[in-house]
């Protein structure tokens, strides 16, 4: 434990995870102040874009409605993919198969998984990344400028499903269910970005980018002073690609064109991001676009997100550089090969500090 005299902010940061109760700790004890460890100075969610930048920034949402069966819809439906992809890094999707209720009983889940009494879930606090299931505040809290206003869950469902006693009893079930069907979509996802880069179909699929699925789920409790903290830092995601799924509360903004974009919320889509691996490989041709989560003062907010990439633990140490076929005499290799183990540890010693990973990997 730390001293209750040391006030430095080493000493801080120990005091809070030594409470194993996370943001939502804090909240429930009734505090009206942002303690210092969380003072954010990159900040600046008080301002608001003009309305007049607001007008023809239109967020892409793509409707996957018969991607499958009509090959006139599919072309629409890459074409738009592989636009918003180079552009935003980010799209919302409607019509992607995962049923309304299995949504919101993930949805749910998640927020079952925060309300339990702390003595519950101290059972599952932990930073031993070996464990099948890490509930903990802010994975970087040691390493980063600052720590984020959230808790999170992370558990690794993918390619192997873990032993059902693994998992919380409060949202075992759903975990299962709602990973089995983002595996589903991520093959369909990653089969359209295949044809957005001119490539076959299935060649994504084929490198195993979408075998394996982390998935996480984020509370942002209510702040009392949200103009002091962020719930989530400016990072792009360390995976091959990730699907994320809201509650109906905003908070997600993009940084498109200099400017922080609010996600617009819509009822039934999913949100997907290109993540750094997808950039690497692709060789710059689709962006990992910066993103962050404000904090607000009105009402808590759950997110999960599935980010998929292999295993940590993969010791089959596969390389991904950039695709042999999308390489030229015009358009070299901007990336070295690494394995996703080797690029997610570096992501993670470094934390959310405001830089790219990727600029470690640039030849």
Same mark, same amino acid.
């Given at each position: 434990?730390?001293?209750?005299?040391?006030?430095?902010?080493?000493?801080?940061?120990?005091?809070?995870?030594?409470?194993?109760?996370?943001?939502?700790?804090?909240?429930?004890?009734?505090?009206?102040?942002?303690? *210092?460890?969380?003072?954010?100075?990159?900040?600046?969610?008080?301002?608001?874009?003009?309305?007049?930048?607001?007008?023809?920034?239109?967020?892409?949402i793509?409707d996957?409605?018969?991607?499958?069966?009509?090959?006139?819809?599919?072309?629409?439906?890459?074409?738009?993919?592989?636009?918003?992809?180079?552009?935003?890094?980010?799209?919302?999707?409607?019509?992607?198969?995962?049923p309304?209720?299995?949504?919101?009983?993930?949805?749910?889940?998640?927020?079952?998984?925060?309300?339990?009494?702390? *003595?519950?879930?101290?059972?599952?606090y932990?930073?031993?990344?070996?464990?099948?299931?890490?509930?903990?505040?802010n994975?970087?809290?040691?390493?980063a400028?600052?720590?984020?206003?959230r808790?999170?869950?992370?558990?690794?469902?993918?390619?192997?499903?873990?032993?059902?006693?693994?998992?919380?009893?409060?949202?075992?079930?759903?975990?299962?269910?709602?990973?089995?069907?983002?595996?589903?979509?991520?093959?369909?996802?990653?089969?359209?970005l295949?044809?957005?880069?001119?490539?076959?179909?299935?060649?994504?699929?084929?490198?195993?980018?979408?075998?394996?699925?982390?998935?996480?789920?984020?509370?942002?409790?209510?702040?009392?002073?949200?103009?002091?903290?962020?719930?989530?830092?400016?990072?792009?995601?360390s995976?091959?690609?990730?699907?994320?799924?809201?509650?109906?509360v905003?908070?997600?903004?993009v940084?498109?064109?200099?400017?922080?974009?609010?996600?617009?919320?819509?009822p039934?889509a999913?949100?997907?991001?290109?993540?750094?691996?997808?950039?690497?490989?692709?060789?710059?041709?689709?962006?990992?676009?910066?993103?962050?989560?404000?904090?607000?003062?009105?009402?808590?907010r759950?997110?999960?997100?599935?980010?998929?990439?292999?295993?940590?633990?993969?010791?089959?140490?596969e390389?991904?550089?950039?695709?042999?076929?999308?390489?030229? *005499?015009?358009?070299?290799?901007?990336?070295r090969?690494?394995t996703?183990?080797?690029?997610?540890?570096?992501?993670n010693?470094?934390?959310?500090?405001?830089?790219?990973?990727?600029?470690?990997?640039?030849?």
């Amino acid at each position: 434990m730390a001293s209750p005299n040391d006030n430095s902010r080493g000493g801080q940061l120990k005091a809070f995870d030594d409470t194993k109760t996370g943001v939502k700790g804090l909240v429930d004890s009734g505090i009206t102040q942002v303690p *210092e460890i969380f003072f954010n100075p990159q900040n600046d969610s008080h301002k608001k874009l003009s309305s007049d930048n607001n007008l023809h920034l239109k967020f892409p949402i793509l409707d996957l409605k018969d991607v499958d069966e009509n090959s006139t819809r599919r072309k629409t439906i890459v074409e738009k993919v592989r636009e918003a992809s180079e552009t935003w890094g980010f799209f919302q999707v409607i019509n992607h198969g995962i049923p309304t209720p299995v949504m919101a009983e993930m949805i749910e889940g998640a927020r079952r998984f925060f309300a339990q009494d702390d *003595e519950q879930k101290k059972k599952w606090y932990s930073r031993d990344v070996n464990k099948t299931v890490l509930y903990n505040s802010n994975f970087d809290l040691y390493s980063a400028p600052s720590a984020d206003w959230r808790d999170t869950v992370y558990c690794e469902m993918a390619p192997d499903l873990p032993n059902p006693n693994e998992l919380p009893l409060v949202c075992r079930d759903i975990m299962a269910e709602y990973t089995k069907q983002v595996l589903r979509l991520g093959t369909t996802l990653f089969q359209i970005l295949s044809e957005a880069l001119g490539l076959k179909a299935d060649h994504l699929v084929d490198m195993k980018c979408a075998e394996g699925v982390a998935l996480m789920m984020h509370y942002y409790p209510e702040c009392p002073q949200p103009e002091l903290t962020l719930g989530t830092s400016q990072h792009a995601d360390s995976d091959f690609l990730t699907v994320l799924l809201n509650d109906q509360v905003t908070g997600l903004q993009v940084l498109y064109q200099n400017q922080w974009v609010d996600v617009p919320s819509v009822p039934g889509a999913l949100v997907v991001n290109i993540g750094d691996l997808l950039q690497l490989v692709s060789n710059d041709r689709f962006i990992s676009a910066e993103h962050r989560v404000v904090a607000n003062s009105c009402s808590s907010r759950v997110s999960v997100a599935c980010f998929f990439r292999s295993r940590l633990s993969n010791t089959s140490g596969e390389l991904y550089g950039p695709i042999e076929e999308l390489l030229s *005499e015009d358009n070299p290799p901007k990336y070295r090969a690494t394995t996703v183990k080797e690029y997610v540890t570096l992501f993670n010693s470094k934390g959310l500090d405001g830089t790219s990973a990727l600029l470690h990997f640039r030849v």
